[in-house]
């Protein structure tokens, strides 16, 4: 651990951080060594405290060991709960050993004023020089730690910060909106608005630092830091407790070690043990900004420690009460500012009595600041406060109600006399305890006998030690604090009756997870707004109480039970919201259903519109689906508002319904089943007489035409019903176009049938139409409702042309085995006669093969006539004959003149052969032909 690094600040500190004890030795990383227990208390019987000049409360009179003067123990700033160990110097001797010192115990100013550049100049060279080769964070980090571990060791000559660099006068690194020159980019004009930019945050509307009048550098302002390698910042928290927020504009990083708040009490235990006489003799030592102690020797005292580096373009924010320190890896440059919450009063009231104990004067007064909000509203611009800051004002405001009560009243009864004072225009100083140093905003109690000293209404009897008359001074009658604190409450209450009355109007319960609205009982006093259970364990554990709504409710939508909110009423509760209200989550969902309903809402009246346009005609537009019409129905119904075009969809959707019984009625061959519905004439739902619809579905076989011109009038009619209809029911024309297409079906193959009984067909047509029957008898088997009447119609065609279509199979396979045995005319011509009415393509193979026997055959009695009747050249050649023969051979077929033919081709051959005998010779042949050929006599 380190009292304080070896570096100097740009900025000079506060003049009294180190008054009331004398700076011990820097102790070691493992702890400071035990100091001497002597006591120093000389004789104070005629001494007077230098503050209070009085020479009363000897006992607590202690000397200075140095100039012999006297101080009230209560009277240093801070005071002192006992007299120190060791030598004891008084604040002037040692502000005066401070100044002959250099290296004191805190940082120092320093002597040289530096320009950007020039300060980033020397903090690189002594980056480089000090660094041979580059380094990287850890080993940056691990470096600094060395350096404090070994504290007045150090290897290098010095460190200077430029931290705490006013704003105001050197300007910030972000634009800021009063100073902006009008001609700015686009860019600078959003960031100078941005609610992030430092400059804005503290005056933000939910901000409780917005109503603190005094610009409060650090505070309300932000600070610029220019930093260098190992430069510092050591543990601490925020003033107030309050937020920080940190953004690196440039350079290298900077390393942060944080201690969440609910370790703050492990980590003040920790460092109590670890320096315990320096945390004796300055109780405040943790606010003064200057000791360091090793993350590790935390963690080791289990105190929770986290680390981050924080890089160019990134915010660093702090929680209120998280102690947090770090130092710089090199040349950068920061800027940062503190700021609050609503949800922060009860995180600030804590740390004013932490400030108390300490006896540490606070920047501001949050009693003040709470009586500004109330007045604010008691002034009539309720409008103008955050209702969660209202509520949490509230709150701070009973407290402090209760408490002037209670001591007025007691201070009352012995005798103290009360008058009005303006607290708001003394200096500070003034008004501040003598005792805890809290600021006397509403209420302070003086004595006579020391002038102008005034201690808060809780250490009245502290003032002084005399026993002359007081006086109570206040700002306000508790009748004017009652009201301050009804206007809060009201502005409060305002944001809550408005969430109840919504919750109402929605039907949404106040169980579980919602957001709790309790109406404000009569006479219940103080700021509710929560349960009292909520803001007792929140009081209790320091904690931040929770806020009006949560975040985590889920959408209203789905919370709602009441289902017939008209949209008029949803609307004008929106509207009702205040301005200040619309970063409240209750509001954003309630902004979000409404914008729910509207678009639903418009959405049914486009398709209401849409569906009344198709149905007049006079739109082209694609008709809405019916899948689409029930899912908006649905929505409707589950809609938070009431709907009323929806109706108009579910009548749609009754006719449809209608419309589609009667579409099933008709295909299934029923002309008379259903009754017109809501939008559907009788006419549309019924064509044909119950008895005469009943009669002919009753008819069992073949429907005839009568029936069939019946069922296609109503098929059609039905269709154009459904083409007319706003809705697209895509399923019933389908069915409505099967229907048809089954009638078509059926009406070609009755033709067909009608026309095979009067003359042949092809085969190949019946096995066609048969094809489209039997298909037709599928689809009636997937619609099982549509059989019955159909299927009855459909049985006697099919069985027909199954009929025909096996006469006709039977034929072929006779015509194949007979044209496979080599048969004679007399049997194909018998096959030809037996041919049936389905005609087969083998028909056209058997005529032709019968056409060309008759053809040979034809031939052979011409030649054998000729042959018979002719004389000399006249007769036919051998030559001939056999040319007749191998033509009759490749027909395959018995032929009938082939016998006589071969015989005299035969004798022909044989006469041939004698005359090659008798001649011989080669060409013997061609006379023996010629012979043959051309020879007169009886051949």
Known sequence: AASAASAGRVIKPDPDYVLGFEPPPVPSPMGSAARSANLHLPDVGNEVCEVCNSGDGAAEMLLCDMCDKGYHLYCLSPPLEKVPKGDWRCPLCLKEKCNQTPNVYAFNESATEYDLVTFGKMANAIRRQYFKRSADEAAVEQEFWRLVANQGHADIEHVEYGADLQVKDLGSGFPRAWALDPAASEHDQEISKHPWNPNNIARLPSSPLRFVSADITGMTIPWLYVGMMFSSFCWHVEDHWTFSINYLHWGAPKTWYGIPSSGASKFEAAVQKLLPELMDEQPDLLQQLVTLVSPSMLLDEGVPVFRTDQHPGEFVVTFPRSYHAGFNQGFNFAEAVNFATPEWFPMGRECEGYYARLKRAPVFSQTELACKLAAHCLEGRATDIDVRMAHFAAKELALVLVNEKEMRSRLSSVGVVSE????????????????????????????????????????????????????????????????????????????????????????????????????????????????????????????????????????????????????????????????????????????????????????????????????????????????????????????????????????????????????????????????????????????????????????????????????????????????????????????????????????????????????????????????????????????????????????????????????????????????????????????????????????????????????????????????????????????????????????????????????????????????????????????????????????
Request: charged residues 20%; hydrophobic residues 40%; proline residues 4%.
């Open 420 to 939: 009005m004072c303006d607290l708001t225009g003394m200096d500070d100083d003034a008004r501040t305890c003598v005792v805890c140093s809290c600021m006397c905003c509403l209420s302070g109690v003086t004595c006579a006998c020391t002038g102008d000293r005034m201690a808060c209404i809780n250490h009245a009897e502290q003032v002084c030690q005399c026993t002359g008359p007081r006086t109570l001074r206040h700002l306000h009658t508790l009748e004017t604090l009652e009201q301050l604190l009804a206007s809060l409450e009201a502005r409060g209450h305002a944001f809550r009756d408005w969430g109840a009355d919504l919750l109402a109007l929605l039907g949404v319960a106040h169980v579980g997870h919602l957001p709790q609205l309790p109406s404000r009982e009569p006479g219940s006093g103080g700021a509710t707004g929560l349960a009292d259970s909520d803001d007792a364990a929140a009081s209790q554990t320091g904690s931040v109480a929770p806020t009006i709504t949560h975040t985590t409710c889920p959408p209203l939508s789905e919370l709602a039970t009441n289902h017939s909110v008209p949209l008029s009423a949803l609307r004008g509760a929106v509207d009702r919201a205040e301005t200040a209200w619309r970063h409240e989550p209750l509001v954003a969902r309630a902004e979000q259903l409404l914008s729910e309903e509207v678009a639903l809402h418009a959405k049914v009246a486009a398709f209401v519109a849409t569906m009344a346009s198709r149905s007049s005609g006079r739109s082209r537009a694609r008709r809405p689906s019916l899948s689409t019409a029930r899912a908006l129905v649905e929505e409707a119904r589950n809609s938070t508002c009431a709907c009323p075009d929806a109706h108009a969809i579910e009548q749609a959707l009754s006719d449809a319904a209608n419309l589609c019984a009667r579409t099933e009625a008709v295909c299934v061959g029923t002309t008379a089943t259903s009754t017109a519905g809501p939008g559907l004439s009788s006419a549309a739902c019924s064509t044909e007489s119950p008895a005469a619809a009943a009669a002919a579905s009753s008819t069992p076989g073949i429907v005839d035409e009568d029936d069939e011109a019946r069922m296609e009038r109503q098929l059609r009619h039905v269709r154009e019903q459904l083409e007319a209809f706003p809705l697209a029911m895509q399923a019933s024309v389908a069915m409505i176009d099967e229907c048809l297409e089954a009638l078509d079906v059926r009406r070609r193959v009755t033709d067909f049938l009608q026309a095979a009984s009067e003359a042949p067909v092809w085969l190949q047509q019946v096995e066609d139409h048969l094809d489209s029957l039997q298909q037709h008898q599928q689809q009636l088997q997937q619609h099982q409702q549509h059989q019955g009447h159909q299927r009855r119609a459909i049985e006697p065609l099919l069985s027909q042309l199954r009929a025909l279509s096996a006469e006709g199979r039977a034929w072929e396979s006779q015509a194949d085995a007979i044209l496979a045995g080599a048969p004679d005319a007399a049997a194909l011509r018998q096959l030809l006669a037996s041919a049936p009415r389905a005609k087969s393509t083998k028909l056209a193979t058997v005529s032709s093969k019968l056409k060309k026997i008759d053809d040979w055959e034809s031939e052979a009695r011409q030649l054998i006539e000729a042959a018979e009747q002719a004389k000399g050249d006249h007769r036919p050649t051998p030559k001939a004959l056999r040319q007749l023969l191998q033509r009759g051979q490749r027909l395959g077929m018995q032929l009938g003149a082939k016998a006589q033919l071969d015989a005299w081709l035969g004798e022909a051959d044989r006469l041939v052969d004698r005359l090659r005998v008798t001649f011989g010779g080669p060409g013997c042949s061609q006379a023996s032909e010629a012979v043959v050929g051309g020879g007169g006599g009886g051949g």
